[in-house]
Structure formats: C-alpha cells, structure tokens
Nanobody, 128 residues
Framework: VVQLVESGGGSVQAGGSLRLSCVAS????????VAWFRQTSGNEREVVAT????????YYSDSVQGRFTVSRDNAKNTVYLQTDSLKSEDTGVYFC?????????????????????WGQGTQVTVSS
C-alpha cells in the first residue's frame, strides 16, 4: 500500500506561481511513475504531467507545456509540480497518483487507469 499526500495549493492571481508537492509513503520504488492530474469545473479529470522516477523523464500535456515543471527528490519520496504563468483555466483540484506499471519506453503514460494510488487532492484557484 502507498499513501500520497499533496500540498502547496492555494489562491493566486493570473500570472502567478505555485509549487505543489506530493509525498509518498509505504511500498514505493524509484522505478515507479508519478503523475499529476487535475479536475477542473465541468471537465473530466485530465493528466497534467508525469515523471519516471528512475530518470526524471517528464511528460506534459499540451495545455501546460512550457508553464509547468515536474521534478522529483527520490531521497525524500517527493514529487513536485512547479506551476508558473497560471491562468484562470488552471483552476481545479490537483491530484498526484503513483503507478508501478505506467512506464512506456522512456516516459510514463498519463492513462489514469494505470495509476493505483491517489492522493486526496489540493485546490488551486487562479483569479483573473
């Protein structure tokens, strides 16, 4: 069993930044995949970014490419999502999730069906 706890959400104005953290405990491995998903109002949950913990190789959705950066500190069992140049449409609940099986080549898939462990989410609100 793996437990995930997100933090770092909050309210910011458009153009601002937030750094989200996801701390894992339990049966974790440095070969895992971690992903950030978000649930925005009226939309289905979507992938934002993934990271393969062994190499740090990232994947980003088109909507956040160039604005968000995913990174990890394996010694702290923590994955970060640096969110810059935030827009009102980034408002939502951000979840981190962890998978033993989501690796696809050198990166991790963003298919949420492959992620077995989820955090409780952290709210990000961007005002224009």
């Amino acid at each position: 069993v793996v437990q995930l706890v997100e933090s770092g959400g909050g309210s910011v104005q458009a153009g601002g930044s937030l750094r989200l953290s996801c701390v894992a405990s339990g049966y974790t491995y440095n070969s895992d995949c971690v992903a950030w998903f978000r649930q925005t109002s009226g939309n289905e949950r979507e992938v934002v970014a993934t990271i393969y913990l062994t190499t740090g190789a990232p994947y980003y959705s088109d909507s956040v490419q160039g604005r968000f950066t995913v990174s990890r500190d394996n010694a702290k069992n923590t994955v970060y999502l640096q969110t810059d140049s935030l827009k009102s449409e980034d408002t939502g609940v951000y979840f981190c999730a962890r998978s033993y099986t989501a690796r696809r080549g050198e990166i991790c898939s963003g298919d949420q069906r492959l992620f077995d462990y989820w955090g409780q989410g952290t709210q990000v609100t961007v005002s224009s």
